[in-house]
């Protein structure tokens, strides 16, 4: 995974989410991404295509009046 | 009255009419007047409610209508919050004017309950990334010095309870935010299972993290706290439709042949925690076996992926919840949580369902471990406070916290005064239970509480203010 983030890709991301920094907040957020890419990768596993997210759910009850 | 009571000591003389409720919130309101200029524990202090009503309980005691142990107790509502006809800012510029028209159902159980709303207390803006100078309102302090750090964010609770101006109070906690203050601020907090007590009408965080719980100065006040928090609610779509237990029917049991298993490589080796902490969590571990326990080590996955699973779900979440907001009003928001939004934009949508899968795993790796285990423990918290303008910006390029793996498996945990450091501010032991077994974590902070003596000890800032 990359772990920098260069000028493009980040305006890219910004432009993508709406947001708008000023230049400094975006010095800032390229400085932390290398924090977040560690992240992504501690929770990337070999767990294969089966594996459910902790978000499935079933129908209660009250789904079923 | 003599001394800052706990809410059970309290209820108890407010039951056999020796302690006025009028009385007790005067006292109160009297040290948050005197104590609020140094502390800033409280953004907006509800003296009229507070007085009406506390001479309603009072009413209530003296017609043999009380409402239970929590009747004419004086508490405060982290300003996250929603309180009818009463400012709910979630300590933003951006809800600066905002009045809801309707009470969170925390607040309006413990109003059922008789309390005494004494005030909305300071908090992170919007629960998330404090302390901030750049807020309309300054962040709380902390009592046993005000230097220094209360954690956060329910951190006007936090100082609040520990310098007697409430007895008690809501907190909030997506990955600490209940346990962290309460560590630091020498009290007990605790963060109960995902789902028991009602998100509704208190401002999200992140949604699958967020979690609501009492924080007072003991765990037997906790206790009485969460048998009215705890209950199912429509209103809110995570609440869990589980029996509630009675919280205090086995205080004082003793915790003889209960087994605790001890997470050593979380505090010891993933983040290693400051001398004194750890020669408080050792201490507490020859008290847990001087009061019968057993003692295990537990091994999980280290602490950095559970705190990697929970920022990365915590990071997307929030950006999702204040989406509109940080696209029209990004600086409106303080600096910390402008920065936390925009970290939004560097989160994928792959890398959240990666994290929410890893959940699954790590939730059930818990699970394993604790099998025939009641409670296991760990640090709060790494170190005592540090000083206030000390904190770092970014959270997320920091050591891990023990806290967050709990958010991340909606285990109950509790923070627990364990004594205090090198520098004489507190230091704390996290409990965590299994899924609804609050009763349990409850049970064995009690046993411990009431076998050391922590509890004994207020910030010396509030003693002149306490009548001998």
Redesign the interface.
């Known amino acids: 995974m990359q772990t920098d983030l260069d000028d493009a890709t980040l305006a890219f991301l910004l432009a993508r989410s709406g947001l708008s920094p000023t230049p400094t907040q975006k010095a800032e957020l390229k400085a932390i991404y290398p924090h977040i890419a560690a992240m992504a990768e501690l929770v990337r596993k070999p767990r294969g295509r089966m594996a459910e997210p902790a978000l499935t759910y079933g129908f209660a009850e009250e789904d079923l009046a | 009255m003599t001394g800052i009571p706990t809410i059970a000591d309290a209820a108890r003389q407010i039951a056999a009419k020796q302690l006025s409720p009028v009385e007790l919130t005067r006292a109160c309101l009297d040290r948050a007047y005197a104590l609020n200029k140094e502390l800033h524990a409280f953004i907006l202090l509800t003296e009229e409610r507070a007085l009406a009503d506390a001479r309603a309980a009072e009413a209530a005691i003296m017609a043999g209508k009380a409402t239970g142990p929590l009747c004419g107790i004086p508490i405060g509502l982290k300003d996250i919050v929603d309180t009818k006809g009463i400012a709910t800012t979630c300590h933003s510029r951006l809800l600066c004017d905002n009045v809801p028209d309707s009470d969170a159902t925390c607040a309006a159980k413990l109003a059922q309950a008789g309390t005494v709303l004494i005030g909305k207390t300071a908090t992170h803006e919007f629960a998330d990334g404090g302390p901030s100078f750049d807020l309309p309102w300054p962040p709380a302090r902390n009592p046993w010095n005000t230097a220094h750090f209360t954690a956060g964010s329910s951190s006007g609770t936090g100082a609040g309870v520990a310098a007697g101006l409430i007895l008690g109070g809501i907190g909030t906690d997506t990955g600490g935010s209940i346990r962290g203050p309460a560590a630091l601020c020498g009290i007990a907090g605790i963060k109960p299972t995902y789902g028991l007590v009602s998100r509704a009408g208190v401002a999200p965080a992140a949604f699958?993290l967020d979690h609501i719980g009492p924080m007072a100065w003991t765990a037997e006040d906790c206790a009485l706290m969460l048998q009215t928090l705890a209950g199912h609610d429509?209103r809110d779509p995570a609440s869990a439709?589980h029996p509630v237990p009675d919280y205090t029917a086995r205080l004082g049991a003793g915790i003889k042949g209960m087994r605790i298993g001890v997470i050593h490589h979380f505090h010891e080796i993933d983040h290693k925690v400051s001398n004194g902490t750890q020669r408080r969590i050792d201490d507490a571990i020859t008290t847990f076996r001087e009061l019968g326990a057993a003692i295990e080590e537990v091994t999980l996955s280290p602490l950095?992926?559970w705190?990697?699973?929970g920022?990365?779900i915590s990071?997307t979440e929030r950006?999702a919840a204040y989406?509109e907001w940080?696209?029209s009003r990004?600086h409106d928001f303080g600096e910390r949580v402008?920065?936390r939004?925009?970290?939004?934009?560097?989160?994928?949508g792959v890398?959240y369902?990666?994290?929410?899968?890893?959940?699954?795993?790590l939730?059930a790796e818990l699970k394993a471990a604790m099998a025939g285990l009641d409670v296991v423990l760990t640090a709060t918290q790494q170190s005592e406070a540090p000083k206030i303008d000390a904190i770092p910006?970014?959270d997320?390029?920091q050591k891990p916290s023990f806290t967050m793996p709990f958010n991340v498996a909606g285990y109950p945990a509790m923070s627990v005064c364990s004594g205090f450091g090198e520098n004489g501010l507190p230091v704390a032991i996290q409990l965590v239970g299994k899924p609804f077994q609050e009763a349990t974590v409850l049970r064995i902070a009690d046993a411990f509480e009431k076998a050391s003596a922590s509890r004994a000890r207020r910030p010396a800032l509030c003693a002149d203010l306490v009548s001998a």
């Not at chain 2, 939004?341 to 994928?348: E, R």
């Not at chain 2, 369902?353 to 795993?361: I, K, M, Y």
Request: proline share 2%; net charge positive.
């Open positions: 699958t429509p439709a950095a992926e705190h990697a699973c920022t990365l990071i950006a989406d940080a696209r990004l402008q920065q939004l925009l970290m939004g934009a560097l989160v994928s890398d369902v990666q994290a929410v899968r890893r959940r699954r795993e939730r910006m970014w997320v390029s």
